[in-house]
């Protein structure tokens, strides 16, 4: 039973944007803290952003300014809005629910998603 689907990934150009999106049963989003992480070949997994159930965002360094992770609890639907891509943002793009909050490296998250690549060209 899949219980996170991500969406929205693909090629954009260096300084570009995209917006990902994750539906997750509502169950699941009711009472989670939500998060995109990302990882590429050779590198561990990484905290991108983080929503609680209350709204309160956490962002990695390196995309504060630039991203923002939203949830839409109607929908049932977390979002991460790219803006300012570049090269370097290049990865798959996973996310992550759990009912107690989250890590940076993304271990002991409840649920993931099967991942969407997001390749930024230079």
């Known amino acids: 039973q899949v219980q996170l689907v991500e969406s929205g990934g693909g090629l954009v150009q260096a300084g570009g944007s995209l917006r990902l999106s994750c539906a997750a049963s509502?169950?699941?989003?009711?009472?989670?803290?939500m998060a995109w992480y990302r990882q590429t070949p050779g590198k561990e997994r990484e905290l991108v952003a983080a929503?609680?159930?209350?709204?309160?965002?956490n962002y990695a360094d390196s995309v504060k300014g630039r991203f923002t992770i939203s949830r839409d609890n109607v929908k049932n639907t977390v979002y991460l809005k790219m803006n300012a891509l570049k090269p370097e943002d290049t990865a798959v793009y996973y996310c992550?629910?759990?009912?107690?909050?989250?890590?940076?490296?993304?271990?002991?998250?409840?649920?993931w998603g099967k991942g969407t690549l997001v390749t930024v060209s230079s």
């Open positions: 929503i609680s159930r209350g709204g309160s965002t």
């Open positions: 992550a629910a759990d009912s107690v909050g989250y890590t940076r490296s993304g271990s002991g998250m409840d649920y």
């Open positions: 509502r169950s699941i989003f009711s009472s989670s803290t």
